[in-house]
Structures are given as structure tokens and as C-alpha cells.
């Protein structure tokens, strides 16, 4: 009995002394720890006998329980204590004026890329995704692109593995869409794309937008009526637009679309980078859909017609804010992007 009233003193002399919570926490381990003089007088309960040990458990316990309510009563009253000088040294005067924090803006292909979905929404359009590792078959041959097809070569295609691509185009997204869903069709799939390529107007991965429009009795004037539509509404009312015939193997007939270039007469000595002096810039292709492209879908050519159509966003992008250099979207020099 004697050991625990000297424990006790011992105690009250160390929690006397604690000035931090660390402190505290340094004491309840001393005491009440796994390996602590409390535990360790616990040890000595099976030594005594019965009449002994009774008593000497309950003082122990009384023992125990006054060292932890003062343990938590000094860390409570040391924590507030810290809290209130760290409050007083570290107090923020509000009258000072703050500090700018400059915000950021949408990057412009993303703008672009945004304004050209907004402008085909609102002419009707769905949107639809896909994946960007693609399947050869969904890339190429249920698009009328058979293996050892000369037109792959134009694709300067990332191959993941024989059967599988990094995809050319967002056109794999039109046939997943019409296997799933029956006409009338009529969406946009915008998206990422992957070809071996870069200069001034070409980059390794740039972003694509395919369109798709399937019904009954659609015909090339519907093709032209929405494009010339959708690239006055994206360049102005006056913009020249022209088609010119083309070939692509998943549309029959097909053309490539031409805008009026607006950097001609900008280059220092003269000669256009960007149209080489033809004073037109290729804006995308389009045509209508290959009967057999509607036959690897599970679309009947005989009762439906379509036309597609695919744009790069970059190259809008490039003749929307006058950029002769596609590679400055992706250098991510601030002077630059400030500007939109």
C-alpha cells in the first residue's frame, strides 16, 4: 500500500511538470503504458493472498483511475493553452488587401472543340464516344479497309499489336453506333486520335470529329446543306467554301472540303506556308456512306442511305484564330495560351 501512495506523489510530482502535451503523453506511458509502473504493479496482485489482494486491487484501480482523469484533464488544458498561442502569433490582419491569384481558361482546342459540338447540337446532332485503342476491325476493314489494303499506308497507323490500334480517325465510333442502334441516325463523335505525323500543321495525336447522318432518301445535298451550315456558322456568312472530288474507302462518292485561306498575303516574303499559294485550306472530308460499310454493320443499303463526314479540330482551330503552326497549341508557352 505504502508503494502505491509513493507512486502516486511520484506522479503528481511529474504531471506538475508537464508544459506540453507531448509531456503528458510522455507521462501516461511512464504509468499507465503496456510496460508502465501501474503494470507492473498489477504483476504483484498474484503474490499476495486473498484478504491482501482484494484490497490492494481496489486501491490500485482507484490509483489508475485518478492518473488517468489528471492525464486527460492537463493534455486538454496544455492543448488549449497551444491552441490559443498559436492563434496569437499567427493571426492574419483582414484589413490587408489580398493577393491576386491569376485563373486559368479553357486551352483552345478545347474551346474550339466545344464551339464545333455546340453548333452540330443545336442542327440536331447527337454526340457519341468510343475507344482510343481500337480494334483493326472497327479501325479498318469494317470500314471497307481489308488487310494489305493500300489506303492503310495513308493512316501511318501506331499499332498496339496485330489486331489492335491506336485509332486513325473517330470513325470506328459510327460503326459501333450502328451496330447498336438502328436509323435514323444522326450524332458527332468527337475525340482523340493517333497518326506517325508531325510538322506545321500536323501532330502525332490530335483530335477528330466524325459525323454520321443515316435515314431514308438522304443524299449528297443533305451532306452539303449541313457542312456549308456548320462552316458558316464557325467562320462567318462569307467564308468561300468549295468541294472538291476526293476518295475515301468507306464513302462513294466522296469530296474534301476547302475554306479560303487567311494567311495568304501575311508571310514575310510572300509565299503562303500553310495553302503553298493555292489560297484554299483542306478543312475535312466527307462523302456518303459506302453501301458495304452499311452491310459490315448490320445496316441495309437497300432501304437506307448516309452520309459521313470527319474534321480535324486543330486545323479549325488554326484558321479560327490565324495560327500558322499547329505546334505551338502543344508547347504550352503561357504567352501563348494568355492570349485566348
Not at 479560327?320 to 495560351?337: A, H, P
Request: net charge negative; charged share 25%.
Amino acid at each position: 500500500m505504502a508503494s502505491l501512495q509513493e507512486l502516486k506523489q511520484q506522479f503528481l510530482a511529474d504531471i506538475g511538470r508537464c508544459s506540453t502535451a507531448a509531456d503528458v503523453e510522455a507521462a501516461r506511458v511512464k504509468y499507465l503504458g503496456r510496460k508502465g509502473l501501474l503494470t507492473e504493479q498489477m504483476k504483484l496482485i498474484g503474490t499476495l493472498s486473498p484478504d491482501e489482494r482484494k484490497a490492494f486491487g481496489r486501491d490500485l484501480n482507484e490509483l489508475k483511475n485518478f492518473i488517468g482523469d489528471e492525464i486527460a484533464s492537463k493534455g486538454t488544458s496544455l492543448k488549449g493553452q497551444e491552441l490559443k498561442k498559436k492563434l496569437a502569433t499567427e493571426s492574419i490582419d483582414v484589413t490587408l488587401p489580398g493577393s491576386f491569384t491569376p485563373y486559368g481558361s479553357e486551352h483552345p482546342i478545347s474551346q474550339t472543340l466545344n464551339e464545333i459540338i455546340d453548333i452540330f447540337t443545336r442542327m440536331g446532332f447527337g454526340v457519341e464516344e468510343g475507344p482510343e485503342v481500337e480494334l483493326d476491325h472497327y479501325n479498318f476493314e469494317a470500314l471497307n479497309i481489308p488487310k494489305d489494303h493500300p489506303a492503310r499506308d495513308m493512316q501511318d497507323t501506331f499499332y498496339i499489336s496485330d489486331d489492335s490500334v491506336l485509332r486513325t480517325h473517330t470513325s470506328p465510333v459510327q460503326i459501333r453506333v450502328m451496330e447498336k442502334k438502328k436509323p435514323p441516325l444522326r450524332f458527332i463523335a468527337p475525340g482523340k486520335v493517333y497518326r506517325h505525323d508531325a510538322d506545321v500543321s500536323h501532330t502525332p495525336m490530335f483530335h477528330q470529329v466524325e459525323g454520321l447522318m443515316v435515314d431514308t432518301d438522304i443524299s449528297f445535298s443533305h451532306l452539303k446543306g449541313v457542312l456549308e451550315e456548320f462552316l458558316h456558322r464557325m467562320f462567318g456568312p462569307d467564308v468561300p467554301v468549295r468541294f472538291r472530288p476526293s476518295f475515301f474507302p468507306f464513302t462513294e462518292p466522296s469530296a474534301e472540303v476547302d475554306i479560303g485561306c487567311k494567311f495568304c498575303g501575311s508571310s514575310v516574303d510572300g509565299a503562303c506556308r500553310v495553302c503553298k499559294d493555292t489560297e484554299w485550306i483542306e478543312i475535312l472530308g466527307a462523302g456518303m456512306v459506302n453501301p458495304r460499310v452499311f452491310e459490315m454493320a448490320g445496316v441495309d443499303p437497300e432501304k437506307y442511305s448516309g452520309f459521313a463526314f470527319g474534321m480535324g479540330v486543330e486545323r479549325i482551330a488554326m484558321l479560327k484564330y490565324s495560327i500558322d503552326d499547329l505546334r505551338l497549341f502543344f508547347e504550352n508557352d503561357l504567352r501563348f495560351l494568355r492570349q485566348f
